[in-house]
């Protein structure tokens, strides 16, 4: 028996792991009774958003980008009405197998940072409950097998029903803060993806010479991160890395550059670096190994990155350099760049 007549799910989702989580709720809510809304907050406005209904249980689902909620999602958080209502915060994270155990990924400040957004606004928060669906990071990691997948969704599933049936009956469920410690270990690289880590890896994606200007990346972007130079797409430093692009692309067009990035590294730490800190050295104070010097040379390795990255998309007009960047990019290869996207049958 349901407590709530009404529930209204908002959700982020770049390749449909979130999507299936709100679909999944929506699933034993409609068995319950309940009116059901379903919000992609990736194809709604972000400004002046309408208030739930006073007696609507609300929920809130996002991936983890670096061990947060993404810009997107907090954004949306932040400028979200007040109100009294009951919520439900839930995260899709980066999932694994091993055998038969699924290896948990790592929330980090998601629910504590939303939660408090939330707690200032009125509500009273009834659930923090992660969801341990595929990583679809290919740009760090190697893509996961169907069998892989299939089980991750098989169980998720069945975990996210019997979630939804606890909470829709009027329990809570804070599953999340059994975490808290590995949470607050991670809480500083958290800090470190949303003020340079994002950046950094939005300078990473390109489109290869297999790309036919279809704009299905850059029309269907969430963020509206992807747009047109020299007619062909090109990512700004809005983009989420949230493999949407990637994922959708029609002809397998999208890569990340895996080899150009670590030449800019080393270029920047050999040339750069040294040169940064004794000219800042000669005009101001000493900093290197400190905490002002990590951030100055982080923010100026991403300057660095941006501009080369113009560079790189304005000399792939060359076949040369294209095929160049392509085979040094791990994502071109079948044993690395398995395209991800969430079951919807299964």
């Known amino acids: 028996m349901a407590v709530w007549q009404k529930l209204v799910v908002y959700y982020f989702s770049g390749t449909g792991n979130s999507e299936n989580v709100a679909r999944w709720m929506a ?22 958003i309408e208030p739930p209904e006073p007696d609507a249980l609300v929920a809130f689902v996002s991936p983890i980008h670096g061990f947060n909620y993404p810009p997107v999602m907090l954004n949306f958080l932040y400028h979200f009405p007040k109100g009294r209502n009951n919520v439900l915060l839930l995260n899709t994270r980066a999932g694994m197998l091993i055998g038969k155990w699924i290896t948990p990924g ?9 939660a408090l957004i939330l707690k200032l606004k009125g509500y009273s928060i009834k659930s923090m409950f992660p969801v341990d669906l595929p990583s679809n990071w290919i740009s760090v990691h190697p893509g996961l097998n169907e069998r892989t997948v299939k089980y991750l969704h098989e169980r998720n599933q069945e975990k996210v029903y019997r979630f939804a049936r606890k909470v829709l009956a009027g329990g809570s469920d804070f599953r999340g803060l059994y975490e808290i410690i590995q949470d607050i270990l991670v809480a500083p690289i958290s800090l470190g993806y949303y003020f340079i880590g994002r950046f950094f890896f939005a300078k990473t994606y390109f489109a290869s010479s297999d790309c036919d200007n279809c704009g299905v990346c850059y029309k269907s972007c969430p963020v509206n991160a992807i747009k047109l130079v020299d007619n062909r797409p090109f990512w700004t430093f809005n983009c989420e890395s949230c493999m949407h692009c990637m994922s959708n692309c029609p002809k397998r067009a999208i890569e990340t550059g895996h080899g150009y990035v670590f030449v800019v590294a080393l270029l920047s730490s050999h040339a750069f670096s040294g040169l940064f800190y004794q000219y800042f050295k000669l005009l101001f104070f000493d900093i290197e190994d400190s905490f002002l010097g990590f951030t100055l040379e982080s923010a100026l390795f991403i300057g660095i990155l941006a501009i080369f990255y113009r560079l790189l998309h304005y000399a792939m007009r ?23 996207k969430a079951l919807k049958k299964f």
């Open 318 to 340: 060359l076949k040369i350099v294209e095929r160049l960047i392509v085979y040094t990019s791990l994502t071109k290869y079948k044993f690395w760049g398995k395209r991800y």
């Open 106 to 114: 790592l929330t980090g400040i998601a629910f504590y940072f939303s």
């Open 27 to 48: 699933d034993v809510a409609k068995e319950k009774g309940m009116e059901v809304s379903l919000i992609n907050i990736g194809k709604t406005a972000r400004r002046g």
